[in-house]
């Protein structure tokens, strides 16, 4: 069964950082790309971040929101993807949700097929 | 950006009743490959996304077949065919076609 757990969530101040996980199990993560999505409290949802399999050479896509401060990363060897949060805005607030992306198995673009159940940053002093 | 507008943002459907929600792209979804990379996702109260649809029309495994999606180039369209109280949420249209992915504003479907 195809598991996403995310951690890391918490309360932190404007301008600190935060790093998110996403600890993946029931599948090769290695072979598949990532992604984050967030929504703020009461809002819709938005794509955050993206990260390829290592057969595409683990490359990153980036939301313009989230360009330049946020980093995602990923470990295959402890099956995690990352999410550095660097000066964080009030706007960062939000759950923000990890995402298995199999795009490169079904040659769909944006073909998210597994969603975690969230964790949640507040910035906020 | 690609922007996507959906319409309505509230739809009050009766139960047994059908229902639409459409999605409109600020320019054409057609990637290289001819296809329109859309997909549809749900989001019932207080629970993490799921897909119901993908690649405009695909069902997802699970998915009732009371669900549908149909369109092409700007415009698409998720259609219930009778609606069930376990059909209350948002719904979102997202397109991959693009990068940056971007979804529209979501559809709040509630049982009047």
């Known amino acids: 069964e195809v598991q996403l757990v995310e951690s890391g969530g918490g309360l932190v101040e404007p301008g600190r950082s935060l790093r998110l996980s996403c600890t993946a199990s029931?599948?090769?993560?290695?072979?598949?790309?990532m992604s984050w999505f967030r929504q703020a409290p009461g809002k819709g949802l938005e794509w955050v971040s993206f990260i390829r399999g290592k057969a595409y050479g683990g490359t990153t896509e980036y939301a313009a929101s989230v360009k330049d401060r946020f980093i995602m990363s990923r470990d295959d060897s402890k099956s995690t993807a990352y999410l550095q949060m660097n000066s964080l805005k009030a706007d960062d607030t939000a759950v923000y949700y990890c995402?298995?992306?199999?795009?490169?198995?079904?040659?769909?673009?944006?073909?998210?097929?597994?969603w975690g159940q969230g964790t949640l940053v507040t910035v906020s002093s | 950006d690609v922007v996507m507008t959906q319409s309505p943002l509230s739809l009050p459907v009766t139960l047994g009743q059908p229902a639409s929600i459409s999605c409109r792209s600020s320019q054409s979804l057609v990637y290289t490959d001819g296809n329109s990379h859309v997909h549809w996702f749900q989001q019932r109260p207080g629970q993490s996304p799921r897909r119901l649809i993908y690649k405009v029309s695909n069902r997802d495994s699970g998915v009732p077949d009371r669900f549908s999606g149909s369109g092409s180039g700007t415009d698409f369209t998720l259609k219930i065919s009778k609606v069930e109280a376990d059909d209350v949420g948002v719904y979102y249209c997202m397109q991959g076609t693009y990068w940056p992915w971007t979804i529209g504003q979501g559809t709040t479907v509630e049982i009047k």
């Open positions: 029931g599948f090769n993560f290695g072979d598949y790309a």
């Open positions: 995402t298995r992306e199999r795009g490169w198995i079904t040659k769909i673009r944006g073909d998210i097929d597994y």
